[in-house]
């Protein structure tokens, strides 16, 4: 394996977005874009990203403007600009041209866990053309208290107050995610059932959930995942990709498999092909639990590789 490291300046026109490009020993068989979640960074994939690139896959990753590497530089964790809730999306596609234009004519699949997953729903619906597949993990139906967030913000932001940070409002959002974790010691025990995958993360300086996005940052998050509800969205989506949707069945993110089966009734009603498989007993981080990691993996790789062999 080899990697490059690249910066690009954001849509947002402010923040200086920091990614990696890995590549495979042999011929690359096709490329994976790796978009993570809310509060992490892109590095927390190294094991997928080497069992990707053992597969023969270029994986391309970026940090988010406010996450990881991105935001550790420029010490901006919490303002995600004021560009419109697809400035991530608009970044995933900056990154797109960059891979595809080093690595033209290979199979293009995308990847995204949890609000990565949104992102990738977002994009998808805008820029679909040419995409061979896409993998969603951890991703949402209908988030509760996300609907209702929405007029509460955007009044806020008429106010004046878009760039004041209130930990409150991303509290409302996800404070109760561990209602079905049993005795739950941290907040984010809804992440993982395995307590060092929880400190990990908690230990880990390029993640961040102790500082909130601002109220604008927020406000464009939820508008997001507003974006992505019923076959009105999927009905974007060309019916010509074909969707792996992956997930725990106790991760509240996917509304313990009621969202996940949301999603996937969407795409199918709107006529595309959609593989769905929800793990029994595992929650939101199904790529991060020792025990299932490589069979997760070896999935989506056989899931691409059918793809390939078809083309």
């Known amino acids: ?13 402010k923040d200086t977005i920091k990614a990696w490009i890995y590549t495979p020993i042999r ?14 960074h892109s590095r927390r994939y190294l094991h997928m990203i080497l069992k990707l690139n053992e597969a023969g896959f270029v994986v391309a990753a970026d940090d988010h403007v406010g996450h990881g590497k991105t935001a550790y530089d420029s010490g901006n964790w919490s303002d995600w600009g004021d560009k419109g809730y697809m400035t991530m999306a608009e970044d995933e596609h900056t990154l797109r041209k960059i891979v595809q234009e080093q690595y033209p004519d290979v199979p293009y699949f995308m990847y995204g866990h949890s ?47 878009g760039e004041e940070i209130d930990p409150a409002y991303l509290e409302e959002l996800l404070s109760w995610m561990t209602e079905r974790c049993e005795n739950p010691t941290t907040a984010n025990d809804w992440i993982c059932g395995d307590p060092d995958v929880v400190a990990d993360h908690a230990n880990d300086p390029f993640n961040n959930f102790t500082t909130p996005p601002n109220i604008r940052s927020l406000y464009y998050l939820v508008v997001m995942m507003e974006t992505i509800i019923g076959t009105q969205w999927a009905e974007k ?6 969707v792996y949707n992956i997930a725990g069945d106790q991760d509240p993110v996917g509304q313990y498999g009621e969202g996940i089966y949301a999603v996937s009734n969407w795409l199918a009603e709107t006529g595309h092909k959609i593989k769905t498989k929800v793990y029994p007993g595992y929650r939101h981080e199904i790529h991060n639990y020792r025990d299932i990691r490589d069979e997760v993996e070896d999935g989506m790789i056989d899931f691409m590789n059918d793809i390939i062999e078809k083309k």
Not at 1 to 13: D, G, K, L, R
Not at 136 to 147: R, Y
Request: aromatic residues 8%; positive net charge; proline residues 6%.
């Open 1 to 13: 394996m080899a990697f490059q490291e690249i910066s690009f300046q954001s849509f947002n026109q």
């Open 237 to 242: 989506l060309p019916t010509s990709i074909p």
């Open 115 to 161: 609000m990565g997953s949104m992102i990738v729903r977002c994009y998808a619906a805008a820029y679909g053309e040419g995409i061979d597949g896409l993998i969603l993990c951890g991703t949402s139906g209908v988030l509760p208290k996300a609907n209702a967030l929405v007029p509460v913000l955007k009044k806020l932001i008429d106010e004046g107050k």
């Open 27 to 40: 011929k690359p068989r096709g490329i994976v874009q790796l978009v993570h979640g809310f509060g992490e």
